[in-house]
């Protein structure tokens, strides 16, 4: 069975990763397509005469349109008899969205517009993206805008997948090679020669500089397939896999297809989103004010905790981190280890005849952890994600549970999905595990919202 990238495997991998696609190179069709939809309509607009606030407001209605529709998500099939519905009805939405909104507002009129004008604008829109289509798909057919590939899977659905890449080169992939781990006398006879197992995907990657990874059946489990996948997060390659039972799967929403065979994009890493950096401005300004406004309380219970348990109010204690590097995490103690290796090696200390009656309220109101937010001052931390092992166990666990190391992936947290559904002190590795990796794969603003809320109502519930 593969394991699981350790941490400080995935540090050294970290490391030496240079992303070799540029921001600009990987948005490209995004770019134009924007550019070529406000073009025309700022063209247009101005040439019929109806250039003012409301074709404005209009305009930047329909352009949010446009992108909830995934009209500007770089795909691989690019025909404008696809995209015809979706920009008819984002069309008619903008526009009566418009309406409603200046007849709102008393002090705003809108001109009516004839229909023949909403009519040339929008024939306009559609013809110049068809333009911008039939050139896309020649760029890509000669190569100028063709991404390298790599095909995970060199069975039949590979393969086949494969052949309609090459035969199909306006989608713009180049496949170069397969990667898989068959039996022996199964890789023989391929359209693509096999350049390596799969446990060598991240060094394939980077190798052959590939640009995207498509991911077919392959002769080793999922279960193994994920963490390596994951293992692969730094990397600047993206991914999209071929459904189980394709056959029976329609092509719906942010799907893609290649001839017959759909395909299903994974979603960029979260620390590749653009929202990302809001994050961790968010956790600076958060832990700043919070530390101002509870120093007080900080204060209290810091003399507190030094009148019943003696000297040395804060715990320091080294724990991993994103990329699996050690930090030294911050508490208030609630009990005075007898030795290091003790601090470092024993799982809990609940029912430990040593701890104060302090030291147990500390550790149930969870007010213990609040010296954390300097932590996340530091960058060593943020206020959601996967909370910080030590590093003996997180050894063990590594070792022993599937895609524990993956958790890592991202900053840990004050607080996180895997302690606000009830995994917290002795509850499941391997539940927590899936539920940080969860968090992960999931991540939004929204959902660190949703998880700090959660965790206020569990505090005064008074749950720890």
């Known amino acids: 069975m593969t394991q699981e990238a350790s941490p400080q495997r995935a540090t050294a991998e970290a490391a030496v990763v240079t992303p070799r696609r540029s921001w600009l190179r990987r948005r490209a069709l995004t770019l134009v397509l924007l550019g070529v939809d406000a073009g025309t309509f700022l063209i247009v607009v101005w040439l019929l005469g109806e250039l003012s ?12 349109g446009f992108w909830n529709k995934d009209l500007y998500r770089n795909r691989l099939t690019l025909s404008i008899l696809d995209d015809l519905p979706g920009m008819a009805g984002r069309f008619l939405m903008a526009a009566g969205f418009t309406l409603l909104l200046f007849e709102a507002l008393p002090f705003t009129r809108v001109e009516s517009i004839s229909v023949w004008k909403w009519a040339a604008l929008f024939v306009a829109m559609v013809g110049m993206r068809a333009i911008a289509y039939a050139v896309a798909r020649r760029l890509r057919a000669s190569r100028v805008l063709g991404k390298t590939t790599l095909i995970v899977g060199c069975g039949k659905v590979g393969q086949a997948l494969t052949y309609a890449l090459q035969r199909e080169r306006q989608c713009g992939l180049e496949p170069v090679g397969f990667v898989d781990s068959p039996p022996p006398g199964r890789g023989s006879n ?15 990657i980077e190798r052959h500089s590939a640009e995207m990874v498509l991911v077919a059946y392959t002769h080793i489990s999922e279960h193994d397939l994920v963490p390596i996948i994951r293992d692969a997060d730094r990397l600047p390659a993206s991914f999209a896999v071929v459904p189980r039972l394709f056959e029976l799967v329609p092509v719906r929403g942010a799907m893609d297809h290649v001839s017959d065979i759909p395909l299903v994009g994974l979603p960029r890493p979260a620390f590749r989103s653009p929202l990302w950096p809001v994050k961790r401005i968010g956790d600076v300004i958060a832990a700043a004010v919070a530390l101002i406004l509870l120093s007080p309380l900080l204060l209290i219970l810091g003399l507190i905790n030094r009148v019943v348990d003696g000297p040395g109010v804060i715990f320091r204690q080294e724990r991993i981190g994103v990329d699996g590097k050690p930090f030294e995490l911050l508490k208030f103690r609630s009990l005075r280890p007898a030795t290091s290796s003790e601090s470092a090696t024993k799982w809990n200390i609940k029912n430990d005849d040593r701890v104060s009656w302090y030291g147990k309220f500390l550790r149930k109101s969870s007010l213990d952890e609040l010296p954390q937010l300097v932590n996340i001052l530091r960058g060593d931390m943020a206020i959601v994600g996967p909370r910080p092992e030590r590093p003996h166990f997180t050894e063990q666990f590594s070792e022993i549970y599937p895609y524990y190391g993956s958790r890592h992936r991202v900053p840990c947290g004050l607080t996180g999905w895997a302690q606000i559904h009830g995994l917290r002190g002795d509850t499941s590795i391997a539940g927590r595990a899936r539920y940080d990796n969860f968090y992960i794969e999931n991540w939004s603003l929204w959902l660190d919202f949703k998880i700090v809320l959660r965790t206020i109502a569990t505090l005064t519930k008074g749950s720890g």
């Open 190 to 204: 391929l359209p693509l020669p096999l350049l390596g197992r799969i446990d060598d995907l991240p060094e394939l």
């Open 53 to 64: 606030v409301g074709s404005l407001v209009f305009g930047i209605l329909l352009a949010g």
